[in-house]
């Protein structure tokens, strides 16, 4: 085998399998609210891309992120109020934030990175505004 067939090789082998691990990354998606609760700002969401034979899994439980603002010199703290139907935009963290909710910084206690069981709502998409 030539140098060049050999990395030709290497480069098609290499190729596919970061195709594979790029499969297995999530990073952002739009889903639909199923349920909201107000009290604990957490919701069960609907991913609304479909890429397989069937529907996605629903994402139980995603925290779902407030701002704090200054309006007219006065701090405000804006929680959201999300209805079933509505589509929002939905992040997958870097690494597990689980431990991290509290606002300490803490390990992962897993080395699980950009997994949909670490997804957190960050917005309505214009549709719905």
Known sequence: MSKSSA???LGKLLSAHSGRQAENLD???????LKFDPTTL???VQPLVQTGD?????????PVTGLRVLIGGAETVLRPALHVGDTVLVVCCDAEIQNTLSGQVAAPDTARRHSRNDAVIVGLMPCCL
């Open 54 to 62: 069937e529907a996605p899994a629903p994402l139980l439980d995603v």
């Open 27 to 33: 990073v952002a998606m739009t889903c639909k609210v």
């Open 42 to 44: 957490v919701a069960d």
């Open 7 to 9: 990395a030709a090789a």
